[in-house]
């Protein structure tokens, strides 16, 4: 056994059926680049280095992996898997190297562990698949004993070995003294001119080192990515994947089928997801949530007990628990839940703190505002924060009424216990227990005429 691990991943390719300018890896799945999962994946095996070879669009690959501990070699000229291999062999340890591939990102650890673990001198570990529909892929060759001895590509493949449904999935493990043993003997004497990786089966099986084969759970763990069908479907695979660990865990969705988790959702006892929510970045709702239809979460934390309600829209908050949110309510970065407190429909806030049990209840925007306790706001109100250069803060105290359709120009501070009249524009101080108003009077005309229309 090899404590020493390198794992290489191969990232070099465009991707040129994705009709895409972006680098096929770097597509997201899940709202992450293909080849992160594969990289979060290989980092649960404690490898002692990670490789990344890169060649078309390797700039936006460095940037996009720049805060990984990976070492990217270059390939500059596609010429196969085995020559993308071959650029990592001067920087490998002495232990065991296992190669994974950028797009095939449901790969699973536990099933990479178990074939890392049939691998010493005398074996190399080759991860199969057998397929109702092997078109396209390469296919595993047994002699009589049932020993792979051979992988032959589907365009250098004869009749009979078209007819084999063991495929080859291009990850294998082996000790880095077979790599490096093997790699510079390959051939690009094939159909497509190029070197193959899987070419080293056939060495081993000259050499007497045994090939051991394992195969993934599900065949989807194995699946690569060419085009944008292929994309939606892993798409869909990860996203059922990921419900069925939520329903695991005591989640109730309302439909499986239809929950994107773009990130990591951590959900307490009882909580209930209706259908077509998405969840991105780093979610948590606490005991008892309940979230409407049609939601979307960013970076947020919903509190034990909230109702969260059909078509809202959070974004980088924190509601602390027992809140009622929406319906198409929009929660801004910054914007702070306390306890029990509610915003209601087509309300927006943005960098705001709502005091325990205040309320937002409509057609309102609140931003860059500090609420007290117990704060009521009407519909049509609006914090008038911006002046064009600069943000301003309105402060609200402890139980004070804002009547509907006032417009709170800021710098502005409305005391505790404090109205302001419906339909005012504060633009000075309101003092504790005050009212503020600004309406104009009220005038009435006696025997208006109803305009008329012209011929």
């Keep these: 056994m090899h404590d020493e691990l390198d794992i290489v991943v191969l990232a070099a390719g465009k991707g040129t059926r994705m009709r895409s300018n972006l680098p096929k890896v770097l597509h997201p799945l899940a709202g992450k ?64 190297v296992l190669v994974l591939y950028g797009d095939v990102p449901l790969i699973r650890r536990e099933t990479l562990a178990a074939l890392l673990e049939r691998v010493d001198e005398q074996h190399l570990g ?153 969840f991105e970045g780093d979610v948590s ?31 980088h908050c924190v509601a602390a628990g027992r809140n009622r949110i929406g319906p198409y309510a929009r929660l801004r970065p910054g914007t702070r839940l306390a306890v029990a407190a509610k915003v209601g429909n087509f309300v927006e806030t943005k960098n705001v703190d709502v005091g325990e049990g205040s309320k937002i209840n409509h057609l309102s925007y609140v931003g860059d505002a500090t609420l007290g306790r117990g704060v009521n706001i009407g519909a049509g109100t609006i914090t008038c924060n911006y002046d064009g250069v600069n943000k301003h803060r309105t402060q609200i105290g402890d139980g004070a009424f804002i009547g509907s359709n006032t417009a709170l120009v800021a710098p502005v501070n409305v005391g505790r216990g404090a109205t302001v009249g419906a339909g005012s524009t504060i633009a000075r101080d309101v003092s504790d227990h005050a009212l503020g108003i600004t309406r104009a009077p009220q005038r009435e005309k006696a025997d208006w005429p109803h305009p008329v229309k012209r011929d």
Excluded at 45 to 61: M, Y
Excluded at 228 to 248: F, G, I, S, V
Aim: hydrophobic share 40%.
């Design 285 to 315: 709702l606490g005991e008892g949530v309940h979230i409407g239809p049609y939601c979307v979460i960013k970076h947020a934390t919903v509190g034990a007990e909230s109702v969260v309600e059909s078509h809202s829209v959070l974004e």
């Design 33 to 96: 680049p293909m080849v992160r999962h594969v990289l979060d994946t290989a980092s649960e095996l404690f490898p002692q280095r990670t490789h990344v070879v890169i060649g078309h669009g390797s700039d936006a690959l460095r940037e996009a992996l720049v805060e990984l501990p990976v070492r990217f070699s270059v390939q500059a000229k596609q010429q196969g898997t085995g020559h993308a291999v071959a650029q990592t062999l001067d920087h490998l340890g002495h232990g065991k």
């Design 126 to 278: 080759l991860l199969t698949v057998t397929l109702d529909n092997p078109d396209g892929y390469g296919r595993i060759v047994r002699n009589a004993a049932g020993s792979a001895v051979a992988i032959v590509e589907q365009k250098d493949a004869s009749a009979d070995e078209l007819t084999l449904t063991e495929c080859n999935t291009g990850i294998m493990a082996m000790t880095a003294a077979q790599l490096k043993r093997w790699l510079p003997k390959l051939s690009a004497d094939n159909a497509q001119g190029e070197y193959y990786l899987t070419d080293v089966i056939a060495m081993a099986a000259d050499e007497g080192v045994s090939v051991s084969t394992a195969q993934p759970a599900t065949p989807v763990e194995v699946e690569g990515v060419n085009n944008r069908a292929q994309m939606a479907h892993l798409e869909r695979a990860y996203q059922h994947r990921y419900a069925q660990q939520l329903m695991a865990q005591g989640v109730a969705l309302a439909d499986p089928a239809r929950l994107d988790v773009r990130g990591t959702l951590t959900c307490g006892h009882d909580v209930f997801i209706d259908v077509g929510c998405v």
